[in-house]
């Protein structure tokens, strides 16, 4: 049998860019994707350069419709043709190698017809390709022999070949291949920019201003003036070679380097290291600053031929597109002006509100209410009352019918404007009511009739307000006492569930739920968040889709859901973006997207979380002062109190960004793993799969296929780390299993799993996955399928488990039985009726970093076409945390006593694996970590409490892979077949953990005995050293000691990857691959009594010289074969022959993976091959198919034998 290997859908570093019509080429590794614009679709994905890095997409020529392109990379390039009708590209020619690395290239027409290209090389050379001759004609050294940082082509004339060549000198040097050559044979330039004090990353050159721009690792653009002698056209090589230049400016927009600019008719474009994209004007003003990309670089950028737009490719993998409109190439800043409200010298404004974007209040220290329209610049006098004079709190109705204000004397007024009465024609009616004998705290509006209202000693009153004929009916319907603290009043509220609840958040930062009671017209606090938006208050409470969202000046927003007991469960918790503190509101728009108001230093901010990006920046001083935001359509108005005046901005709010491909991560990813499959409507399969990276985030991602073309949409990016992301563990749920619902009813596949996440500062967190695919046939599952579930959790290992614990070979009193769950693979077979568990938990619990240990069987969902995601936190600790005191409880405080300590590697014993009752819903999980100890944490997913549970120093180096196994526990089976034992401590099964370390041993340690004292001495819903412990009284336990039973020292160095699991019969194979380049393979024995546990290695081979580079990934598949990867980017298939006891490991079969730096990778089967996820910077899928003979599975069994 053989194996091959094929890319499936790869995605990374967008590295180069090409706009044609509505047409836009991005290079991704070796491919070219075609999409179209402005309305982004996918067209074509087309491998151009194997083994390679595009770098660079230029028209040579164009022929009708037909435009030739050469795509280049590296010392490759090759021509395609692109049909700019179909959207379509095609190769012309094979792939063309050159000596040296490729900056530039540039397409020649001479008078003879001959194609040609001239190529800028590395270290300063040209050369000149003759394309259907296929050789070079002629090359061309520069006196200036260095290696270059950039190239750039000024002209392309037959005659008049111009190069601006950045060199490592910190000078662009100016030169042509057509100059006279000197007693060296080489070309002396004729020209040379100097001034950067960094490497020149790009050069470019505008000819019709004749001028040049250069940018640098010194975080600088300098932008020169070309003047030529006497000359109005085209400048020939002679005015070339005596061409002078003057230094225009130079610039600094960027926060770090920059990578690359392009000279437009009217600005100029650059893009950096800071992810940024800035616009600028020729007089040296940043005009734009487009920030939409994550984590670090936009790599490449191209400008369409009109110069309407510019498109950037970012390290995040996304493609965006940002609209050059005239006023944004202008600069067109919004228009600030103050009202003349017409007040006497000693009257200044107080207080101003928005009914809509044209008309605005204003309440005056002598209390008179101005109602002034913008359209018609006309003042209206509401009312004037002293009583209302030097405070005044006001509000208004989501309606702008009712206006409301209290003041210092308890007294709330109501002005109200029915249909056929208007505040503007002094036709409305006033009513008032006395809510108390001091000053009313705050008004706030909980509907259009309904109104809260705040008074002294924390006392909240709750208004319903309707209207007679010319009257006002104010009547207060419920009242209740805030709980006690510094600024005991209302500054936000909402009425929930259908009007029983209210969520009521004050000025401390703290959030109320109140159950309203019709029968006392009171308010019972049921829930308390206290303090959760900090200690400068919770500014918004809102409700959208039946979940409740609050805003506070800590730069947070939460999301929480009600439980099936009324009650607030926080969901999560998200930050916005760095230095964006003051959160004031949240909207939720049509597309689906989420606009962050608030203050951002002395800017009134409006920031788009689908974009990325602030949509509107107003200068107004910040946000201690009376304000008010209202926006329609495109049109926008902001106004506020400053110097005692009311200035009013009008701005016009248009988007422009278009995201042509999305984003994944916006660093490098750590791990990367596979959670389930299902099939679509025309056969394809769809592919869940969980991502950590970098940048401290978790994405889960949907890859499917739209018009055959596969795609990868991220449904959700989970935060609450705060360091980076280093491994995943992916398992299923104990609560539920996977259960096709009937198909008549069109309800979905139903997949729930647990992801475990470890990373920086001994960070680890447990989330609730729910799957639903929207095709109910041939879905597979991850953790059930035939290759087995991950590295330990084989499919021969599952089948032998099977047949060994079988109902005839437990005795009761042994093994409780266990709940009926079937826990299969997930093959439909027809109609298959069942009734879906519900996912939920009863106990609160908490973590640290604000984020939820959530009660409810909610979750946060997102949809595409084929397959609904949705998740929930359970929970999360550090380490450095266990028996704290945890002071706020959906939360543990930061402590930062051990910063330097990482989780490298986490596996995780299932409940499945452990097989009887009493740890039904516990999971085992052993930690690598960096401070040299491997950790053993159990996980109650009932109680949602995470306990250390031992450690141990072993290793005494850095820990930096982990990984278990289930073995029978033959002698309990025989006993248990004799009916010679009674009693529930013997175990069927012995649990074993490998451990790898940076000495390059690996460790075998059996935890049976560990794990059955925890059991026995903790319960399911209380441990003494539970992260979420309430009770400090509790006296601590010392954490139990473990030992390994067997090391194995394998490797000179660190040991990056690490597989075992099940070979064949009781024997067991280890592959390991390490920092020293070589590949270990073992054959182990393992046999266990009811006491201890017995490893033997029994044959072993190695390959010293496996890769080029460390090797990072190692995985067992088929009988025979192992797959590794390696920083070199080679992904390789081993076969395995075993003589005696030597394993010989042959190479058959080697691919270019275009994911660099990688990281790790994962392996599940389909229906008839097996499916590889390389992850690293960038990401890609291959087919693993096998073809031939495949090996008789008895005669190896055989085998095996006779070598043991």
């Not at 939720?588 to 920046?617: A, C, P, V």
């Not at 390696?1126 to 075993?1138: E, P, Y």
Request: hydrophobic share 35%; charged share 20%; net charge negative.
């Amino acid at each position: 049998m053989k194996m091959s290997l094929s890319t499936v859908y790869h995605t990374g570093p967008v590295t180069a860019l090409y706009c044609h019509g509505n047409s836009v080429l991005s290079g991704i590794g070796s491919q070219v994707h075609v999409y179209c614009i402005p309305h982004p679709e996918l067209h074509q994905s087309v491998e151009i350069l194997p083994a390679r890095v595009i770098h660079g997409i230029k028209q040579v020529f164009e022929d009708g419709l037909s435009v030739k392109l050469c795509v280049y990379g590296q010392k490759c390039l090759r021509l395609v043709d692109f049909d700019s009708v179909t959207m379509t590209i095609k190769p012309l020619d094979d792939v063309l190698e050159f000596s040296d690395w490729i900056w530039d290239v540039t397409w020649i027409q001479d008078s003879s017809t001959k194609r040609m290209l001239c190529l800028a090389l590395g270290h300063n050379v040209i050369i000149t390709y003759d394309i259907d001759q296929q050789c070079i004609t002629s090359s061309v050294h520069c006196q200036e022999k260095c290696i270059l940082y950039c190239a750039k082509f000024l002209t392309s004339q037959p005659d008049c070949v111009i190069l601006a060549a950045g060199t490592v000198f910190n000078q662009v040097v100016i030169w042509s291949a057509q100059s006279t050559l000197s007693s060296t044979g080489r070309v002396e330039p004729f020209h040379r920019l100097t001034g950067h004090q960094g490497v020149i990353f790009s050069v470019d050159y505008d000819p019709k201003s004749r001028l040049i721009c250069s940018v640098s690792d010194d975080r600088s653009i300098r932008l020169y003036s070309v003047v030529f002698d006497g000359t109005a056209g085209k400048p020939s090589l002679r005015d070339w070679e005596k061409m002078n230049t003057t230094l225009l400016h130079v610039l600094y927009g960027h926060s770090a380097r920059v990578w690359d600019v392009r000279l437009l008719s009217s600005s100029f474009v650059s893009i950096g290291e800071d992810s940024t994209c800035c616009i600028w004007s020729y007089e040296g003003r940043v005009l734009k600053k487009f920030k939409g990309h994550k984590g670090k670089s936009i790599w490449s950028m191209c400008v369409d031929k009109g110069e309407n737009y510019v498109i950037t490719g970012g390290g995040d993998n996304s493609v965006r597109m940002w609209k050059l409109q005239q006023q944004t190439m202008e600069n067109k800043e919004s228009v600030t002006r103050s009202l003349d409200l017409r007040l006497v010298p000693e009257d200044f404004p107080r207080n101003t509100m928005l009914l809509d974007i044209e008309r605005i209040l204003t309440i005056t220290n002598m209390g008179k209410l101005i109602l002034y329209n913008q359209a018609t610049d006309r003042c209206t006098n509401l009312m004037s009352d002293e009583l209302f004079g030097s405070y005044t709190v006001m509000s208004v109705s989501p309606n702008s019918r009712y206006i409301a204000v209290g003041n210092i004397h308890g007294t709330l007024r109501i002005l109200h404007a029915t249909e056929s009465f208007q505040f503007e024609t002094g036709q409305y009616l006033i009513s008032d009511v006395k809510v108390c004998k001091g000053k009313l705290f705050s008004v706030v509006w909980l509907g259009e009739d309904k109104l809260l209202t705040t008074a002294s000693q924390g006392i909240v009153n709750v208004w319903e307000i309707s209207h007679h004929d010319n009257s006002i009916d104010i009547k207060m319907t419920f009242t209740f006492v805030l709980a006690p603290s510094k600024h005991r009043w209302v500054s936000t509220a909402k009425l929930a569930q259908e009007g029983s609840r209210i969520v009521v958040g004050d000025r401390t930062g703290s959030l109320f739920v109140y159950m309203l009671v019709d029968e006392s017209k009171t308010g019972e606090l049921i829930q308390t968040f206290p303090k959760i938006h900090g200690k400068a208050g919770v500014t918004y409470v809102c409700c959208h889709d039946n979940q409740v969202y609050s805003t506070g000046r800590d730069g947070m927003y939460r999301m929480f859901v009600w439980n099936e007991d009324n009650q607030l469960d926080l969901l999560h918790t998200n930050r916005v973006c760095k230095s964006f503190e003051w959160l004031e509101k949240l909207e939720f728009t049509e597309e689906e997207d989420i606009q962050i108001h608030g203050f951002y230093t002395n800017m009134f901010m409006i920031w788009s979380m689908r974009q990325n990006q602030k949509l509107l920046e107003i200068q107004c001083g910040g946000g201690h002062r009376a304000w008010d935001y209202c926006c329609h359509g495109n049109n926008a108005t902001f106004v506020y109190v400053k110097t005692r005046e009311v200035k009013v901005t009008n701005i016009e709010m248009r988007s422009n960004q278009v995201v042509v491909k999305k984003c994944l991560h916006g660093r490098e990813l750590c791990d990367a793993k596979h959670i389930c499959s299902g099939i679509d409507s025309s056969g394809r399969p769809v592919n869940v799969m969980v991502t950590c990276s970098e940048d401290t985030s978790v994405c889960l991602s949907v890859l499917h296929y739209e018009n055959s073309i596969p795609q990868l949409d991220v449904c959700h990016s989970l935060t609450g780390h705060i360091s980076t992301v280093r491994c995943l563990y992916v398992c299923s749920s104990s609560q539920s299993t996977n259960q096709i619902l009937d198909a008549e009813k069109e309800n979905p596949i139903v997949h729930r799993k647990l992801i475990f996440s470890g990373g920086g500062r001994a960070q680890l967190k447990v989330w609730g996955i729910e799957a639903r695919f929207s095709n109910t046939e041939n879905v597979r599952d991850h953790t059930s399928d035939t290759r087995g579930k991950t590295k330990s959790e084989t499919c021969d290992h599952d089948l032998a488990l099977t047949s060994e614990l079988s109902a005839e070979n437990i005795v009761p009193g042994i093994i409780e039985k266990l709940p009926h769950q079937d826990t299969g693979p997930l093959i439909a077979q027809g109609h298959i009726h069942s009734q879906l568990t519900s996912f939920k938990c009863k106990k609160t619990s908490g973590n640290e970093n604000n984020e939820p240990s959530v009660t409810c069987d909610k979750y946060e969902n997102s949809k595409c076409d084929k397959c609904t995601l949705n998740y929930l936190c359970l929970a999360g600790l550090q380490l450095s945390q266990i028996n704290r005191k945890c002071r706020k409880p959906w939360r543990q405080p930061v402590d930062n006593s051990d910063p330097e300590t990482r989780i490298l590697d986490l596996s995780v014993v299932t409940p499945k694996d452990l097989g009887h009752i009493k740890s039904w819903s516990l999971y085992f999980v052993s930690a690598a970590c960096s401070d040299g100890f491997l950790r053993l944490l159990a996980f109650d997913e009932v109680s949602r409490e995470i306990t250390i549970v031992a450690s141990s120093s072993y290793h005494d180096h850095c820990v930096l892979k982990t990984c278990h196994v289930i073995v029978p526990n033959n002698h309990v089976i025989k006993l248990c077949d004799k009916d010679h034992v009674t009693g529930s401590n013997h175990w069927p099964m012995r649990i074993v953990i490998l451990s790898a370390a940076t000495d390059g041993k690996v460790a075998f340690w059996d935890i049976t005995e560990t794990c059955k004292e925890f059991l026995s001495t903790n319960s399911s819903t209380t441990t003494s050293s539970s992260v979420n412990e309430k009770e400090s009284s509790k006296p601590e336990k010392k954490l139990r000691n473990i030992d390994p039973v067997f090391a194995l020292e394998l490797h000179q160095s660190g040991i990056n990857s690490l597989y075992f699991g099940k070979y064949s019969g009781d024997t067991y194979i280890l592959v390991t691959g390490g920092d020293d380049n070589a590949v270990h393979v073992s054959l182990v024995t393992m046999a266990s009594d009811d006491t201890c546990m017995k490893v033997k290695v029994i044959a072993k081979g190695k390959n010293t010289s496996a890769h080029s580079a460390q090797i990072t990934g190692a995985w067992f598949v088929s009988p025979d074969y192992v797959v590794t990867a390696s920083i070199d980017q080679r992904i390789s298939v081993w076969k395995l022959t075993v003589e005696n006891t030597e394993i010989q490991l042959m190479m058959t079969g080697c691919v270019f993976t275009s994911v660099s730096d990688v990281a790790n990778i994962d392996l599940w089967k389909e229906s008839d091959h097996y499916c590889l996820l390389v992850s690293g910077n960038g990401m890609e899928v291959f087919n693993l198919e096998t073809y031939g003979q495949s090996v008789d599975p008895v005669l190896t069994d055989i085998l095996t034998k006779i070598v043991t």
